[in-house]
Nanobody, 122 residues
């Protein structure tokens, strides 16, 4: 099992940046594909970015490509989401998640953090 705890959310102006962190505890962190999801009020939770355990390859939602970067530090058991050029539509609760699966689908993720709120003001 793995426990996840997000941090780094907050209020930022349009065009600003934030870096989210997700600290993991438990065993075998390096074997998990990790992801960031987000959920805006009244909307479904969506995959923002994932990083694969085997080769650290990454994938992003079209809406954040070129602006967000996911990375991981296996020694520190932490995954990051660097968010630049933030827009009001990025406002959401952001969740860290872990899976032993491929990580393409929300249902694959067995472990979730409690989320951190990001608000982008216009």
């Amino acid at each position: 099992q793995v426990q996840l705890a997000e941090s780094g959310g907050g209020l930022v102006q349009t065009g600003g940046s934030l870096r989210l962190s997700c600290a993991a505890s438990g065993r075998s962190f390096s074997r998990y594909t990790m992801a960031w999801f987000r959920q805006a009020p009244g909307k479904e939770r969506e995959l923002v970015a994932r990083i694969v355990w085997s080769d650290s390859s990454t994938d992003y939602a079209d809406s954040v490509k070129g602006r967000f970067t996911i990375s991981r530090d296996n020694a520190e058991k932490t995954v990051y989401l660097q968010m630049n050029s933030l827009k009001p539509e990025d406002t959401a609760d952001y969740y860290c998640a872990a899976t032993y699966g491929s990580g393409w689908y929300r249902y694959e993720y067995d472990y979730w953090g409690q989320g951190t709120q990001v608000t982008v003001s216009s």
